[in-house]
Nanobody, 114 residues
Framework: QVQLVESGGGLVQAGGSLRLSCAAL????????MGWYRQAPGKQRELVAR???????NYADSVKGRFTISRDNVKNIVYLQMTSLKSEDTAVYYC????????WGQGTQVTVSS
């Protein structure tokens, strides 16, 4: 079973940048499509970016052009580079498989102040 550990969140001003990391501990990482998801207070969890095992990427319209997902299949890490952050990006960010998720990690809080 894959264990997911997210890190890199924090408090940032609007317009700023953050890079999130997700360490995936498990032998099947390189074969899995992965996604970054987020959940804002009072809202459902949503997929914001995904990356195939071959590094083909796809983004939600709300983050397209601002966020970049990437992966390192040697280190078993998936990244989310976030730029031009907006207050509406404030959420807890999680990584997981896509489309079939496994157990969720603890997530990492991103707070964007306006």
């Amino acid at each position: 079973q894959v264990q997911l550990v997210e890190s890199g969140g924090g408090l940032v001003q609007a317009g700023g940048s953050l890079r999130l990391s997700c360490a995936a501990l498990g032998s099947t990482f390189s074969r899995n499509a992965m996604g970054w998801y987020r959940q804002a207070p009072g809202k459902q969890r949503e997929l914001v970016a995904r990356i195939s095992s071959g590094s083909i990427t796809n983004y939600a319209d709300s983050v397209k052009g601002r966020f970049t997902i990437s992966r390192d299949n040697v280190k078993n890490i998936v990244y989310l580079q976030m730029t031009s952050l907006k207050s509406e990006d404030t959420a807890v960010y999680y990584c997981n498989n896509w489309p079939r998720v496994t157990s969720w990690g603890q997530g990492t809080q991103v707070t964007v102040s306006s």
